[in-house]
C-alpha cells in the first residue's frame, strides 16, 4: 500500500472540515506517534479556525496525563499503545476543548519500539464525540507497513477519514 503525502492529507483535512462547518461542530486532535501531522493537515486549510479548535502533541506518557487526564495506571496495566489509551485520550482532549469531536492517535512508528505483541506500525485511534447524552468514545486499531514516515502519513490519513465519517453519520 502506497501512503498518503501531505497533500493527500490536506485534501482529507479540507473535506472533513466541509462536514464539520456543515454541522456547525468543531474538531480537537490529541496524537502521539503522528506528532501534530493531522493538526498540521487541518492548520494548512484556509479557514479552519471556523471548525478547529486545538491540537494537542502529547508524545510522552506524563504529557498524555498532564494534558489529556489519561490515568497513569493505565499504561503499566495495557500499555501507552491500547485502545483504553486511545480512548482516554479522545475523552480527555474533548474535555479540554471547545469542541463537538475528538481524535486521538496513538502508535508505533518505529523503526524501533515493536514487540511481538505490538509490532511496528500499531496503531491504535480513538474517537470521541459530544452528545445529549454526555461523551461517548470507540477505539480502533490499525496495522500499518513501511517505514516511520509512512506509517505517520498512513496514521494522519485514518485519523482524519474516521473523524469525517464519525461527523457524516452524525
Known amino acids: 500500500m502506497q501512503s498518503p503525502d501531505f ?3 490536506c485534501r482529507q483535512a479540507a473535506a472533513l472540515g466541509a462536514v464539520l462547518r456543515q454541522r456547525g461542530w468543531r474538531l480537537v ?31 510522552s506518557n506524563t504529557a498524555k496525563t498532564d494534558l489529556l487526564d489519561v490515568d497513569a495506571t493505565l499504561f503499566a496495566q495495557v500499555g501507552a499503545v491500547s485502545p483504553e489509551v ?27 519500539g515493536g514487540t511481538p505483541d505490538k509490532p511496528v506500525g500499531t496503531v491504535w485511534f480513538g474517537l470521541a ?13 490499525r496495522l500499518f507497513e513501511g517505514d516511520r514516515a509512512a ?11 474516521w473523524a469525517q465519517d464519525a461527523a457524516q453519520a452524525a
Do not use: K
Not at 498540521?40 to 502529547?58: K, P, Q, Y
Not at 464525540?129 to 454526555?134: E, I
Not at 506509517?151 to 477519514?161: D, I, K
Open 86 to 112: 486511545a480512548n482516554a485520550m479522545a475523552l480527555g482532549a474533548l474535555q479540554h476543548a471547545q469542541a463537538n469531536l475528538a481524535v486521538a492517535v496513538t502508535g508505533i512508528a518505529g523503526p524501533g
Open 151 to 161: 506509517v505517520r502519513l498512513q496514521s494522519a490519513a485514518f485519523a482524519l477519514r
Open 7 to 9: 497533500d493527500t492529507l
Open 29 to 59: 486532535t490529541a496524537e502521539s506517534c503522528t506528532g501534530g501531522l493531522v493538526s498540521a493537515a487541518v492548520t494548512s486549510v484556509a479557514g479552519s479556525s471556523d471548525w478547529f479548535d486545538r491540537g494537542m502533541v502529547t508524545y
Open 129 to 141: 464525540w459530544r452528545d445529549g447524552d454526555g461523551a461517548h468514545s470507540q477505539a480502533r486499531h
